[in-house]
């Protein structure tokens, strides 16, 4: 379950104004029900929950399992809502420090032009593993467009390397997850005979973790990718009956935002949220920033950045509000044991701490620290998420889903394109000297 508490942002506004703007929440929940939305033809995402295509679930199963048992690396190649979901699930569930060595390292590359970083990488896939034999590699490149800059140069030098190492076998280690048709990436996996997954037409890339530009990835991990699936589905289901917990919090996030409010400060006292919250923060900046209007998504990993941004969020100006991310149950915990002697006398000052497990401390320190920014007038929106698991996370992704769509049609812009987003393209491809 997903619940948005409230109880600590709401009392910086005033009755008569939220009571207006849930009014508002609820008819643009509407018309994103009934399509009347603006960008209605990109609600694809939607549809995608209601009309599960077990098929295609199986499909991705069957052929996850055949690359765990055939590569060493699984290199997913792609930028943005290509690559941040899937990034963002096997950080959270993916334990640390933990690389099996019978399953394949997920590597993402294209998200960015460093080339030290893509040369890096090639040397790493040049070199052998520690029995001496070479590392098998696929490939997965995701591009909706087929021609994002990033991606293609990345997918090219990949390419150069698949096919010295395979030869004409290389293109049964690529597969191609893009458009049903069009675009450089649709040519090249004809031509090659790439494997070939479809994201539909009416699903934009910051929505589209659920098919298997998402999906795949997190099946080739070794996680439940179907309960993810269903896990969106069975939040979709609720929500369609229920909205109205979120459609509060869309109330209240839209009169922060009518108020002034500039910033959204995204933050988590659990570091398996890191990447997810990247994955908010692009769903919510590209959809909502536009025409003059948004929050600017924020991102803060706690405790960590109360030692560097905490100090501006206390008491900087006060243009945000914060809405943090909380877990009910911890994946696993550790506990500060009482200890029979202290080392060479020293007392290391915790023993007021011993007897509590590390989730009850963070928990102090969520606590605490919401106080405090509550009392230096931030208003805490805090996402209640019972435990981290598949399940959850396909829950949250669907509810962030809907909350922006429902949170962009109140601003009144389309929450489905990225307008912007061209400008600096041009000006980039005007740079490098790229033919019109
Ligand atoms: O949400 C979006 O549409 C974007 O963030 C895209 O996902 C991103 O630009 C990558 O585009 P493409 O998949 O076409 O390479």
Redesign the pocket.
């Known amino acids: 379950m997903i619940v948005a508490d409230l109880t600590q942002a709401t009392s910086f506004l005033e009755e008569n104004g939220l009571f207006s703007a849930r009014e508002k929440a609820l008819e643009a929940f509407r018309t994103v029900q009934n399509r009347t939305c603006r960008g209605a033809e990109w609600l694809g995402w939607r549809r995608v929950l209601s009309e599960p295509d077990d098929a295609l679930l199986d499909r991705i199963d069957t052929h996850a399992r055949k690359i765990r048992e055939q590569a060493d690396l699984f290199i997913v190649c ?5 690559y941040q979901g899937a990034k963002g699930i096997l950080h959270a569930l993916k334990k640390p420090f933990h690389q099996r060595p019978d399953e394949p390292e997920v590597i993402f590359a294209g998200q960015h032009l460093g080339g030290r970083y893509l040369a890096s990488l090639i040397e790493y896939m040049s070199a052998p593993k520690a029995d001496g034999s070479p590392k098998e590699v696929v490939i997965n490149v ?7 800059l990033e ?1 293609a140069i990345a997918f090219r030098l990949l390419r150069e390397w698949m096919e010295e190492r395979y030869g004409v076998d290389a293109g049964g280690r690529i597969i191609a997850t893009t458009s049903p048709q069009g675009g450089v990436l649709n040519r090249l996996a004809e031509a090659n005979g790439y494997e070939k997954y479809v994201i539909p037409d009416d699903v ?3 929505f589209s973790v659920l098919t298997p530009v998402g999906l795949l990835p997190v099946a080739v991990a070794g996680l439940d990718s179907k309960t993810l699936f269903y896990g969106a589905v069975g939040m979709f289901e609720s929500l369609e009956r229920d909205p109205g917990n979120l459609l509060d919090y869309a109330a209240a996030r839209y009169r922060f935002h009518e108020e002034g409010i500039a910033l959204d400060l995204i933050s988590s006292f659990d570091p398996e949220w890191r990447e997810m919250i990247g994955w908010l923060q ?1 769903l919510l900046g ?1 959809s909502e920033g536009k025409e003059g209007k948004g929050l600017f998504p924020g991102v803060a990993s706690y405790t960590t950045d109360l030692h560097s941004i905490g100090q501006m969020v206390q008491q900087g100006q006060r243009n945000l509000l914060e809405t943090m991310l909380r877990i009910r149950r911890p994946m696993s915990d550790l506990l500060i044991r009482e200890r029979e002697g202290n080392v060479a006398g020293v007392d290391d000052g915790l023993t007021y701490l011993e007897g509590k497990s590390l989730h009850q401390i963070n928990q102090s320190a969520e606590d605490g620290t919401i106080r405090a920014h509550v009392d230096g007038d931030v208003p805490v929106i805090q996402l209640m998420v019972d435990a981290m698991g598949e399940q959850q996370l396909g829950e949250f992704i669907y509810f962030y889903e809907l909350f922006t769509a429902v949170y962009g049609t109140m601003l009144g812009v389309n929450p489905f394109d ?1 307008p912007g ?1 061209e400008a600096y393209k041009k000006a980039m491809y005007q740079q490098l000297g790229k033919p019109s």
């Open positions: 792609g930028i943005g809502g290509s995701i591009s909706k467009s087929g021609t994002t991606t934009g890339g910051r692009q590209e990225q987003v």
